[in-house]
């Protein structure tokens, strides 16, 4: 019992220094995707709240939060493009609002079939791109414009 219980007081001294080692990160207005990568749980993104959770695989997504694959590593592009990318999507969110964000932008994203490449040329993803400052992936202006367009036939009054 006793080494039980050493074990469990050291895995609740590793997990309790990784937060607040994460509470300290949260204090700064973070900029830089790398802090965000390296981060243990949670983090902030140009103030946005960041959580990383197991179970994503290599997904991200956001919701006025950003949730981002613990897979993803710092000292990547592609991996910070991801997060740039993400933050675009709040962007949008505070655009459109909560409603129209998630039947414009969240539910055909979720619902895309296309893979690949191809899925970053749908309109509300190149929207995000550009938003969120992502360097890994040009648009032509054609798309970018088509991304604008999209969007603001939901935000334009009728």
Not at 72 to 78: D, H, K, R, V, W
Not at 85 to 113: N, V
Request: glycine letters at 8%; proline letters at 3%; one cysteine or more.
């Amino acid at each position: 019992m006793t080494g039980f219980i050493k074990k469990t007081g050291a895995a609740a001294s590793g997990l309790i220094q990784k937060l607040a080692s994460d509470f300290k990160q949260l204090k700064r207005k973070n900029a830089d995707e790398d802090i965000v990568l390296g981060a243990n749980y949670f983090s902030a993104y140009k103030k946005k709240f960041v959580i990383k959770k197991a179970g994503f695989d290599d997904r991200c997504f956001s919701f006025g939060i950003l949730f981002i694959s613990p897979n993803l590593n710092p000292g990547c592009e592609i991996n910070r493009d991801a997060v740039r990318h993400e933050y675009g999507h709040t962007k949008q969110l505070d655009r459109l609002g909560p409603i129209k964000y998630y039947k414009h932008i969240g539910k055909p994203s979720m619902k895309s079939t296309v893979a690949g490449d191809f899925y970053y040329e749908q309109p509300w993803e190149v929207f995000a791109d550009i938003e969120g400052g992502v360097i890994s992936r040009r648009h032509d202006e054609e798309t970018v414009q088509a991304g604008y367009n999209y969007l603001d036939s939901f935000t334009k009054k009728r």
